[in-house]
């Protein structure tokens, strides 16, 4: 197994993380999971416009050399050494070395690795809402930084309750997202989703998803939405790059699996 470390295609042996880093002392850095079909990176303008939001916000230089073509190149060139026509990629980017809370260096060290790509599942039998550890609105909350507890902790309850999954809150109980997903419901043919400033993530396929629905001309409204509000649905889904994920019950709440939305999306983006 190989992957591409600050700008060396290595063997995965060799990679040594030093003791001194940023991203496991502090979870100082930024990521970014792409998918990849046929060899091609999909929807690779989103990442890097969200990857490049994402160290600015943190104050993080990249290298002069490091711009979007440079990336698509180091990704083809590790999925060339490991044979991969399609698959999981992520890309890792903390800061360098250097300080405690007060860095003392800013550029930025990189880390690009390969994997499979496991499809959503196409539904999620049964959901929980989360609101032990609150998200919160910030210069940074739409960015996937490496600082993921929320989630972990979201996830870590899902799995004591035996659940598929939790949605999250915001810190005013706010529907924000899911544990690694965007969230989205349809009620009278009309398409919801919790806005940015519910701390939820920038999502790449959510992107993908508010254009199509721009295109096609269906009605989509992002607002600050209660969790009533999505137990009033008609159907809730989850999407990430890995496909969209329609939930059957929240709660004691169920729902609808398919709808002639939910059937052009998967049409669309399969």
């Keep these: 197994?190989?992957?591409?470390?600050?700008?060396?295609?290595?063997?995965?042996?060799?990679?040594?993380?030093?003791?001194?880093?940023?991203?496991?002392?502090?979870?100082?850095?930024?990521?970014?999971?792409?998918?990849?079909?046929?060899?091609?990176?999909?929807?690779?303008?989103?990442?890097?416009d969200r990857l490049t939001g994402g160290v600015k916000a943190l104050s993080i230089t990249?290298?002069?050399?490091?711009?979007?073509?440079?990336?698509?190149?180091?990704?083809?060139?590790?999925?060339?050494?490991e044979g991969?026509?399609?698959?999981?990629?992520k890309l890792q980017v903390w800061r360098k070395p250097g300080g405690l809370f007060t860095p003392a260096?800013?550029?930025?060290?990189f880390l690009i690795t390969a994997g499979e790509l496991k499809q959503a599942r196409e539904v999620k039998n049964s959901v929980g809402f989360f609101d032990k550890v609150p998200k919160a609105y910030s210069a940074?909350?739409?960015?996937?930084?490496?600082?993921?507890?929320?989630?972990?902790?979201?996830g870590v309850e899902a799995a004591k309750q035996g659940l598929d999954d939790m949605i999250l809150l915001d810190a005013n109980c706010n529907?924000?997202?899911s544990t690694s997903?965007?969230?989205?419901?349809?009620?009278?043919?009309?398409?919801?989703?919790?806005?940015?400033?519910?701390?939820?993530i920038d999502g790449v396929m959510r992107r993908q998803l508010l254009s199509f629905f721009k295109q096609e001309g269906i009605?989509?409204?992002?607002?600050?939405?209660?969790?009533?509000t999505v137990e009033h649905a008609d159907l809730v889904f989850t999407s990430n790059i890995a496909g969209i994920s329609c939930i059957e019950r929240i709660d004691s709440k169920t729902y609808s699996t398919t709808s002639a939305i939910v059937n052009k999306i998967r049409a669309r983006f399969a």
């Design 105 to 109: 260096d800013n550029g930025a060290d």
């Design 181 to 200: 997903s965007n969230v989205f419901w349809e009620k009278d043919s009309v398409m919801y989703t919790p806005s940015l400033d519910s701390a939820c």
């Design 84 to 89: 991969f026509n399609g698959g999981r990629i």
């Design 1 to 48: 197994m190989h992957l591409f470390f600050n700008n060396q295609l290595i063997k995965e042996e060799d990679f040594k993380l030093l003791t001194s880093n940023r991203a496991f002392n502090y979870g100082d850095g930024v990521f970014e999971t792409m998918a990849v079909k046929a060899g091609q990176i999909l929807y690779m303008n989103d990442h890097f």
């Design 175 to 177: 529907v924000s997202e």
């Design 62 to 81: 990249l290298p002069e050399y490091f711009d979007k073509a440079y990336l698509e190149k180091s990704i083809k060139a590790l999925l060339t050494r």
């Design 140 to 154: 940074i909350s739409r960015y996937k930084t490496c600082n993921a507890l929320p989630y972990i902790l979201a």
């Design 219 to 228: 009605a989509c409204e992002e607002g600050l939405y209660n969790r009533v």
